[in-house]
């Protein structure tokens, strides 16, 4: 039965520092490192064993999948790099923090930047601290000055179905190392959760969850590896 693990990324240094992160490149904290190596460990405990794996272009998703996949033995396998699997963009957000931005513009507000489906937070300015439209790794690459949940999905999903589906129907045990707006993208998809409900649901970092395929390559429900 193919199957699909998905991996949030380990903690960063800027979820421990509580600030709105994006498409800004940073690392994994001393848990983060930790939480990823767990998740390669439960991987071989439990014999679901990645032969395939995708991540984004930020260094948090891309060391969780090495730890992940030093762990089970698994770094070998292919592996495909690309913006789409990205977290969301936090456009002006990027690099505040989350309580001061509260104490500024008011909780109702920053509650709609961070959880409504469709409205974005402030667009980035250019020329910015965090702007990243003269990174070489985003050198022909439409680099987004800021993204709804709606918007992230309409990139996520259609990279999903085009570039990883055929592998998960040809059989391969496909892992996707991304972030918390990727994934959850990717969820609302194969979970058919509606636009107001997926706007809360959270993912934890490090956990493996599992999606399991027919042979119409129809998912079953969702489950996290730890309780299976």
Partial sequence: MPKLIL???????WNLENRFTGWWDVDLTGKGIEEAKAAGDLLAEKDVLPTVAFTSYQT???KTLHH??????????????????????????TGLDKQET???????QVHIWRRSFDVPPPEMESGGKYDLS???????????TSESLKLTIERVLPYFQSDILPMISAGETVIISAHGNSLRALVKHLSGISDDDITGLEIPTGQPIIYEFDD???PAERYYLKDS
């Avoid at 030093?70 to 456009?91: A, F, M, Q, S, V």
């Avoid at 509260?102 to 109702?108: L, V, W």
């Avoid at 003269?134 to 987004?144: F, K």
């Fill in 7 to 13: 991996v949030r990324h380990g903690q960063s240094q």
């Fill in 102 to 108: 509260r104490d500024k513009h008011g909780d109702e």
């Fill in 216 to 218: 119409a390559m129809k």
């Fill in 134 to 144: 003269v990174d070489p790794r985003y050198a022909g690459i439409p680099v987004p």
């Fill in 68 to 93: 992940a996949l030093d762990r089970c033995n698994r770094l070998w396998i292919p592996e495909t790099k690309d913006w789409r699997l990205n977290e969301r963009h936090y456009g002006g957000l």
């Fill in 60 to 62: 948090r998703a891309i």
